[in-house]
């Protein structure tokens, strides 16, 4: 089994970038496409999982902090439980959603206000993988 490809607008969506974003990229030159049967244009997986991960490094790290997680979302904060002892902080991240559950104290001094940037910062020592049924 070969190397699976994906059309731009599945490529669009696996990156969290638009289908004009990802057009743009490929006629710049930044995103290499192929042009298959019936002259759609399409991307190998291969290249496209180099590019996600070139695109999260340029996006995600910021030089300033000296941390060991390397998975690092930038998103936006969206208004979370602040209640009590605990706050919920939710960052939305492209189409994902991050939800952390904090100290209510973590969350005053950072300033958590619906709206403002955030990145997500996950460190896992359990991550799974799954294929979706059909993409």
Not at 67 to 90: L, P, T, Y
């Amino acid at each position: 089994m070969g190397m699976p490809e994906y059309r731009i607008g599945q490529a669009a969506e696996l990156v969290g970038v638009s289908t004009d974003t990802i057009r743009r990229w490929a006629d710049g030159g930044r995103v290499k496409t192929r042009i298959g049967k019936g002259g759609r244009r399409s991307i190998d997986g291969e290249d496209l999982a180099r590019f996600a991960t070139e695109m999260a490094g340029d996006e995600t790290l910021d030089t300033r902090r000296r941390q060991s997680a390397r998975n690092r979302f930038r998103g936006i904060c969206h208004a979370g439980d602040q209640r009590r002892v605990a706050a919920q902080g939710e960052v939305l991240c492209g189409p994902h959603r991050f939800v952390s559950l904090i100290t209510r104290e973590a969350a005053d001094e950072l300033g958590l206000e619906p709206g403002m940037i955030a990145d997500a910062v996950v460190k896992a020592t359990s991550v799974g993988v799954e294929i979706p049924p059909e993409f």
